[in-house]
């Protein structure tokens, strides 16, 4: 074939892409539902992993506190709740004596004061040590990180004994070193649980003393995540150490010291273990937190009713602390 030959036959046909082929056992048209039917799978596996864990707090927790709900519209007494009686509905009646009496008041603000006095020493110590814990060597920050997990992880039990011995009147190592200081021997023999305030002094240093680990240990990560150039740099420019705390530290870790705070404020405001077992299982009046006082009206009393409906009260005051918490979460994208 000639030049002029090829010339007027054109340019070659270009070739046209051909689409998927439609037919035979394993074409796209056929395996879409198959692909379909997969995705759903997926889409279902986290459901059915979290599911016995869901199940596990609905028994734990769902099941009694709709329990609670229930006997707080109820006058429950000790023979319906053996089933020996009947159980009559009173409406909102548990609620309105509870909320008209003085004494429910009184415990509420005792409860308030210890909660705040607790979650400012606690956040204040914890905050101070693991500051300190920046400018220790690498072996005395793993020694003293050793030393407040095995803190953290002391029963509670091991630790209130610990406490009473360290408070005894006859024997106790307080009263010792305060006579030894002083050198005025009124201390030896000294009953620090006369006195409610004295009292809810040395159970301030058992809560306080328990949750410190938990404060230092998360503070101490949080300080470890603010970049170093930007604190080198503020102080280049002439800023003290508070103003670097206060201008470059301080925005860095504030998400996650209010995180552990409202974690502080719900923990504290529930304390019952450490002033049931430093009185020797039987507080006094004058020692009574919410959930002290909820607890000796519904088995003291036998007003099973009452006592619940206390106790729902003091789920509905921390609710809105929970949702704070939550909301948190939610800015510092734990949660979705």
């Known amino acids: 074939m000639t030049a002029a030959d090829t010339k007027a036959a054109g340019p070659p046909p270009v070739p046209v892409p051909r689409g998927p082929e439609v037919t035979g056992p394993s074409s796209p048209v056929k395996d879409a539902p198959r692909a379909k039917r997969q995705r759903k799978k997926g889409e279902l596996l986290p459901y059915f992993l979290i599911l016995p864990a869901i199940l596990a707090i609905a028994a734990v927790y769902v099941y009694p506190l709709a329990k609670t709900v229930i006997m707080s519209f109820q006058d429950m007494g000790r023979a319906a709740l053996w089933g020996n009686g009947e159980t009559p509905w009173v409406g909102f009646d548990q609620f ?10 009184q415990v509420t603000g005792r409860t308030i004061v210890f909660m705040a006095v607790c979650v400012v020493l606690t956040m204040g110590i914890g905050l101070l040590i693991s500051l300190m814990m920046l400018r220790l060597s690498t072996w005395a920050r793993l020694i003293l990180t050793v030393a407040l997990i095995a803190a953290w992880s002391m029963p509670l039990m091991v630790a209130a004994s610990v406490f009473r011995w360290l408070a005894d009147s006859d024997y106790g190592l307080i009263n010792t070193l305060l006579a030894d200081l002083t050198g005025d021997e009124k201390w030896l023999g000294h009953n620090w649980f006369l006195d409610p305030w004295q ?3 040395i159970i301030t ?16 990560a949080a300080l470890t995540q603010v970049p170093k150039e930007l604190e080198e740099a503020a102080s280049l420019d002439g800023a003290t150490a508070f103003g670097v705390f206060r201008y470059v530290t301080w925005p860095v870790i504030k998400p996650v010291f209010t995180m552990v705070a409202t974690l502080s404020v719900i923990w504290d405001f529930n304390v019952f273990g450490q002033i049931w077992l430093l009185r020797g299982n039987k507080p006094e009046p004058e020692y009574e937190t919410l959930g002290l006082y909820s607890f000796s009206k519904a088995f003291e009393s036998t007003s099973f009713s009452q006592g619940s409906a206390i106790a729902l009260i003091t789920v509905l005051m921390l609710s809105g602390v929970a949702v704070y918490y939550l909301r948190q979460l939610i800015k510092t994208g734990e949660v979705e």
């Open 205 to 220: 240093l058992l809560v306080v003393w328990g949750a410190i680990p938990f404060v230092v240990i998360t503070m101490y």
């Open 96 to 105: 309105t004596n509870i909320l008209g009496d003085p004494e429910f008041w």
């Open 199 to 201: 009292g809810f002094g």
